[in-house]
């Protein structure tokens, strides 16, 4: 090894060191040879970018391709042949589907109503059963249902096996009205149920009479089942100018309430009847309209009997003073007194 360092003169020369040479470089070619350009085209360029927007790609993907379609179906319907034969081909499809058995109700079946609601609601059905139960609209139906005066709710409902099932909960008749263009039948909130041909036909129904005692239905039923003991003497209430009430009684009596806080002012009236038994002594009205002043006016026979323990002329039916030169109408007048009195 040591004959390899040329450094060292004093030695044997050994193996020379292996000369290399530089690779040689390739010659550069002329323009002639026709190198690519990578980079794209300005147009490409512009396409690319275009590309990369959302809605350039919706419209190519999908507004496009829908536009295609919508003109080849326009350019077909275009023709009147081709639309009717569509037209009955789908109607028909549908038809078909539609009168499948299992869509056909051949029944109707009605609970909790009475005979006429019950007739009411068969005529209202839209078709004649059978039929499908596609053209029976069943949120229509109960609308129209619900205008009859005797139903409050109803349930509709297509069962399995067609039929189709309808719950009815009708109005129950608490009070009767007479108004002057007839009598009808409320319920306890003064909705109409019926109307009927004279006061017998229900008796057993209290009466309220009056324009307007239907909207106050409600405060009526409330001062009737307030009457307690005179509730056998008790006629009807009747409602006076639309504001407030007047409960009538038996021999002609009749209790004034006030507008506001009738109830209370009854209530009143029957412990003065309870304690000093007011209603069953000569009295005509009981004028309570002002809570703080109540009126009584007393009867024909009370105020004749006052008369006469003051020495005052009586007073006849009329309201007037009685004749005294002629004694005919002094016997009339008691004779009228002595007929009342039997009449109390």
């Known amino acids: 090894m040591q004959g390899l360092n040329p ?3 004093d030695q044997e020369p050994g193996r020379p060191v292996p000369v290399r040479h530089a690779p040689s470089r390739p010659m550069p070619q002329g323009k002639a040879a026709g190198r690519r350009d990578p980079a794209p085209s300005r147009l490409a360029y512009r396409l690319n970018r275009m590309m990369l927007r959302p809605l350039i790609r919706r419209l190519v993907r999908i507004g496009l391709p829908a536009f295609l379609a919508a003109m080849v179906a326009g350019i077909w319907l275009s023709d009147d042949t081709r639309r009717a034969n569509l037209s009955s081909g789908i109607d028909g499809m549908v038809d ?3 009168h499948r058995d299992a869509f056909m109700v051949h029944s109707l079946e009605i609970e909790g109503a009475s005979d006429a609601v019950t007739k009411g609601l068969g005529a209202m059905l839209p078709v004649d059963l059978p039929a499908s139960s596609f053209d029976i609209d069943l949120e229509k139906l109960r609308e129209r249902v619900l205008k009859l005066d005797a139903v409050a709710a109803i349930e509709l409902r297509i069962k399995p096996g067609g039929i189709l099932s309808a719950v009815v909960t009708e109005r129950v008749p608490a009070v009767l009205w007479r108004h002057p263009r007839g009598v009808e039948l409320l319920d306890k909130t003064g909705h109409r ?3 009927v041909t004279a006061r017998d036909v229900r008796a057993d129904l209290p009466l309220i009479a009056g324009e307007g005692a239907d ?5 009526a039923l409330a001062l009737i089942d307030a009457a307690g003991p005179i509730l056998p003497r008790l006629r009807g209430l009747e409602r006076i100018g639309e504001r407030r009430w007047d409960v009538v009684l038996d021999r002609g009596q009749r209790i004034m309430l006030p507008e506001d806080g009738a109830l209370r002012a009854f ?4 412990g ?12 005509d009205v009981v004028d ?3 809570e703080a002043r109540p009126v009584l006016r007393i009867g024909l026979e009370a105020q004749n009997a006052i008369r006469r323990a003051r020495g005052q002329v009586e007073l006849g039916a009329d309201g007037k003073p009685l004749d005294t030169k002629t004694g005919s109408a002094a016997g009339a007048a008691r004779t009228d007194t002595g007929t009342q009195a039997k009449k109390t």
């Open 7 to 9: 450094f060292r003169q």
């Open 96 to 98: 078909k589907v539609q």
């Open 193 to 195: 149920v019926a109307s």
């Open 215 to 219: 909207r106050a239905a409600a405060e």
């Open 267 to 270: 209530e009143r009236a029957m």
């Open 272 to 283: 003065l009847d309870q304690a000093q038994s007011l209603l069953s002594r000569d009295v």
């Open 288 to 290: 309570l309209r002002r």
